[in-house]
């Protein structure tokens, strides 16, 4: 190799060596500003699952969905303020709480977790956790769509639900809604979906002749096509009940049927 080849070499090694030191700073700012803005992380905000309950056409009791809420300096318990991605080891930590008052039955637990959190490294553990847990309920994830999922990003998603549910975990889509994005956006997961889940706020119409793309009879004969169950959430009144039992939708949740309780004033009451 002669000199000049040397030095064009060097040069080379140089650059992507430069290269790669700027791509780990690039990644180590991106990283610390993401976990300096997860507000969720900050152990001082007082965090915790609450249940409610799904039931069946006879009113029996289906499952439970864990709901999270934030502690507020009134003493009064809210929806969160910003939906950060919760780290996995700390919901593990408040549903230790949460399966202290479940009931030991062959239902479902559902709880909502998000993209970063699917696809982290400890998703693995988490339902594994979760499972050796509950037993004998059945653990389901529930995932919102808030987004479309870019193409590059669904192969990693995808397998970990299939490796998860191999494992006996269900996979739910949580708040499908009345408009055509909402079936775009999910049509890609159905082969790996088991629960389909619908709000009746997506469906009220304050005016009659405001169209909607979707309704319920649409999600209804798309869960029965591809062998989904479909749930209906947001359950207030009789009425909606009745559109329940017209549609035979199988599992229903709402205010109807129960407001999502603190487990910890549970426990208190069984003690």
Known sequence: M???????????LTLIAALGIVSIIAFYFWYSR???NNYLENQAIELR????????FHGQTTGYECLLRQHNPDGSW???QQLDSLPLQRVIFLLEDTFRVLP????TLSINLEYDQIVSPEFHYFVRWAISKITPMTLAVEFTVNRPIRRLNRALFL???REARAYGMRFDIDNVGSTLDSLKNIQWLLPQVDSLKCSMRSFRKADASVWLDLNLQFWNRLSQDNHIQLILMGVE???DEQLAEQLKIPVRQGYRFGRPINPQNQ???ND
């Open 34 to 36: 993401k976990k300096s």
């Open 267 to 269: 426990e208190e009451q």
């Open 49 to 56: 699952y609450f249940i409610q309950k799904q039931v069946d």
């Open 2 to 12: 002669s000199l000049a080849q040397l030095e064009q070499l060097l040069l080379w």
């Open 237 to 239: 009144d009789a009425a």
């Open 159 to 161: 397998r970990r639900i």
């Open 104 to 107: 030991s039955k062959e239902i």
């Open 78 to 80: 809210s929806l969160l």
